[in-house]
C-alpha cells in the first residue's frame, strides 16, 4: 500500500517526494504527466542558465492549454511545465519571495500559521545564499542562490542600473534582504557550476532517487481521485490505472489541480452537476481566486556595443522595484525585469527590454472544466485588468519604461524605443525552425544596416505601427495597447486556497488539507490565498517544505496503537 501518492512532480511535487521518503518506513509515490529530468538526463536546453529555448521546447509543456488573458485578448497558448522539476526546469530562474506583508496577508486571510516569521525560517532552510548571510539568509539548503557577476552583466542592463540610480531608483544589493524600493542584480538559482538546478535535480538527487521506498512515474497523467465515501483512497489514471494511497497529495499546479479536484467531485456543486459529476463536496472555491502577475514592455534596438558579449548567460539579469502610489495598493507593487537580450534568437539578441509586471494584483479569474475527461484542457480565464488599479499600473509602467529608455544617460545604449509584450505572434515568430530563422535572420540584418530608417523597420514589422510617442501622447491609445497587449508571467496561483472552514471559497484548511473530505492534500502555489510580490518558484517551494513538515508532524503526533 502507497503511504503518499503525490499528483505532479513539479516544483511542490518534487520537494514532497524527497522529505516524506525521508522516513524510511512510509512509502512514497509520485507521478508525474511529463517526462524525467535529472541530473544526468538534462538536455542542454534545460541546463542552460540562459533559459531561452527550455519554455519553448512542446515536450516540456502542456501542449493543447490556453488561457484567456484578459477581457479583450482571445485565448493564446499559455506555456505550463508538463515535466520533472515543473516551472523549475524551465522558468527563467529567478530566486525571489516577495514581501514580508505578503506572507502576513495570507495569515489575515485565513491561512492561519503563514505570516512572515512563521515562513521565514523555512525561506532559510531551503537556500543556500552563496552572496549573503545573516538572519535573512540560508547557507544549507538544496537551493543555491546567486546574483550575476559584475563583469558578466551587458552594458545595456549596466546603463539601465545607472539610469535608474539617477533617477531615484537607487542601486541596492539584495533582492532578498529587507523590502525596499529600487534596482538590484537579480537572485537566481544556479549551481556552482552555473547551471539550472529544478527540484528534479537539487531535491530529487541521485542519492534520494536510490531509496527503496520511493517510486516516480513519469509519463503518467492523472485523471482523477478515487473516494470511498468522503476518504480519498487513491487515483485513477488516464491510462486507466488504479493507484491505492493512504494519504493523496495533489501538486498538479493552479491550473491542473483545480481540475483534478472538480473531476473528482470537488468543487461548485452545480458546475459539477452540469458535467454529470458525483459531487463528493461542495466547494465553490474550487478553480476560483485565480491570479496572475499581468505584464507589459519597453524595449529597444541595441547597438552593438550594448549588447551582451556573452550570449550564454542568463538574460535577466537584473531588476527594478518600485511602487505605484496608486491608491489602495501596496509599497513595491511593480517589477520590471532588466532583459540583456528579448529572446533567444538572433533578433532577440539585439534587442534590450524592460518586461514589466504588477507585482500585486488585484484582477481574479477561475478555471473551470469543459468536460469530466482527464483528457480535455481546463477553460482558463485571468480576467486580467478587471481591477482598475492593474490596468491604471501597467499604463504606468509603459511610462516608466519610456522615461527610463529615453534618459539622456542612455543615449549611447539604446537606438529605437518601442512597446512591446510576450504576444502569440511574438511567441509564434520565437519558435524554432528554418522558416521563422531565415525570417528573423533577415530582418537583424536590416536593422543592423537600416541606420536612419530603423524606426520606420521596426514600426513596420515588430510593432506593426504603434509608437512609444502615440501611445504617451494618447491615454485612450495607451489604454488600447495595455488592454490589448496583456500578458502574464507564467504565475498562476490561488485556485485552492487556504482558509477556515467556514469560508466558503476556501478549499483547504492551513496544512493544505481539503474541506470536506479525508486523506486528501493539496500542495502547490493553488493554495497562495493572495498572489506574493515575487516570482512563484521559490515561495511554492516554500509551501512544499513547510507542508511536508506539517504531514509529519501530524504523523508523529498521531497516538501509536498499542
Not at 514 to 537: E, F, K, W, Y
Request: hydrophobic content about 40%.
Amino acid at each position: 500500500m502507497i503511504d503518499y501518492l503525490i499528483l505532479g512532480g513539479g516544483s511542490a511535487g518534487c520537494v514532497l517526494a524527497a522529505r516524506l521518503s525521508e522516513d524510511a518506513d512510509k512509502r512514497v509515490v509520485l507521478v508525474e504527466a511529463g517526462r524525467d529530468i535529472s541530473h544526468a538526463t538534462m538536455p542542454d536546453a534545460v541546463r542552460s542558465r540562459y533559459p531561452g529555448r527550455a519554455y519553448l521546447d512542446t515536450n516540456n509543456l502542456w501542449q493543447r492549454l490556453s488561457a484567456r488573458m484578459g477581457r479583450a485578448t482571445p485565448p493564446r497558448r499559455y506555456e505550463q511545465a508538463r515535466i520533472l522539476g515543473g516551472g523549475s526546469a524551465i522558468n527563467a530562474l529567478m530566486a525571489n519571495r516577495g514581501a514580508p506583508a505578503d506572507y502576513d496577508e495570507w495569515e489575515a486571510l485565513g491561512a492561519h500559521g503563514w505570516n512572515w516569521a512563521s515562513c521565514l525560517p523555512t525561506f532559510r532552510k531551503l537556500e543556500t545564499d552563496a552572496d549573503f548571510a545573516g538572519a535573512l539568509h540560508g547557507a544549507s539548503g538544496p537551493v543555491r542562490i546567486q546574483r550575476t557577476l559584475p563583469h558578466r552583466l551587458s552594458p545595456f542592463v549596466r546603463a539601465v542600473l545607472g539610469t535608474l540610480d539617477r533617477t531615484g531608483h537607487p542601486n541596492r544589493d539584495d533582492q532578498n534582504g529587507p523590502w525596499e524600493d529600487g534596482s538590484y542584480v537579480g537572485a537566481i538559482a544556479v549551481s556552482a557550476q552555473g547551471e539550472r538546478i529544478p527540484t528534479s535535480v537539487c531535491y530529487l538527487t541521485d542519492a534520494v532517487r536510490r531509496r527503496p521506498n520511493l517510486s516516480i512515474e513519469v509519463h503518467a497523467e492523472v485523471d482523477r481521485i478515487v473516494f470511498d465515501g468522503t476518504r480519498a483512497t487513491g487515483a485513477l489514471l488516464v491510462s486507466g490505472q488504479r493507484l491505492q494511497a493512504r494519504q493523496v497529495i495533489v501538486c498538479a499546479g493552479a491550473i491542473h489541480s483545480p481540475a483534478i479536484l472538480m473531476r473528482s467531485g470537488i468543487g461548485p456543486a452545480k458546475d459539477l452537476a452540469a458535467l454529470g459529476i458525483d459531487v463528493i463536496a461542495d466547494r465553490p472555491g474550487v478553480g476560483g481566486n485565480l491570479m496572475e502577475h499581468p505584464s507589459i514592455a519597453v524595449s529597444a534596438f541595441l547597438p552593438k556595443a550594448a549588447r551582451t558579449p556573452f550570449p550564454d548567460e542568463h538574460h535577466e539579469q537584473a531588476i527594478v522595484r518600485f511602487s505605484s502610489h496608486i491608491p489602495n495598493t501596496v509599497p513595491g507593487d511593480m517589477h520590471g525585469a532588466i532583459l540583456s537580450r528579448s529572446g533567444w534568437h538572433s533578433l532577440g539578441y539585439r534587442l534590450g527590454t524592460i518586461f514589466f509586471w504588477v507585482n500585486k494584483s488585484y484582477s481574479r479569474g477561475r478555471v473551470t472544466l469543459v468536460s469530466r475527461n482527464g483528457g480535455d484542457a481546463p477553460k482558463v480565464e485571468f480576467n486580467m485588468l478587471a481591477d482598475a488599479r492593474d490596468l491604471e499600473r501597467l499604463k504606468l509602467a509603459v511610462r516608466f519604461g519610456a522615461a527610463t529608455l529615453g534618459h539622456p544617460s542612455m543615449t549611447c545604449s539604446v537606438d529605437t524605443r518601442f512597446p512591446s509584450s510576450y504576444s502569440p505572434r511574438v511567441a509564434k515568430v520565437a519558435l524554432p525552425g528554418a522558416w521563422n530563422a531565415l525570417q528573423r535572420g533577415a530582418l537583424s540584418l536590416l536593422l543592423d544596416m537600416a541606420g536612419p530608417w530603423r524606426s520606420v523597420l521596426i514600426g513596420r514589422f515588430v510593432t506593426q505601427g504603434l509608437s512609444l510617442e502615440t501611445l504617451l501622447a494618447d491615454d485612450r491609445a495607451l489604454t488600447s495597447f495595455v488592454t490589448h497587449a496583456v500578458g502574464g508571467t507564467w504565475h498562476p496561483s490561488g485556485t485552492c486556497r487556504m482558509g477556515a472552514t467556514g469560508d466558503p471559497q476556501a478549499v483547504t484548511d492551513s496544512s493544505g488539507q481539503v474541506h470536506g473530505v479525508q486523506n486528501l492534500r493539496v500542495c502547490d502555489a493553488s493554495l497562495m490565498p493572495a498572489i506574493p510580490c515575487a516570482n512563484t518558484n521559490i515561495p511554492t517551494i516554500m509551501i512544499a517544505e513547510r507542508i511536508a513538515d506539517m504531514i509529519r508532524s501530524a504523523r508523529e503526533a498521531r497516538p501509536q496503537a498499542s
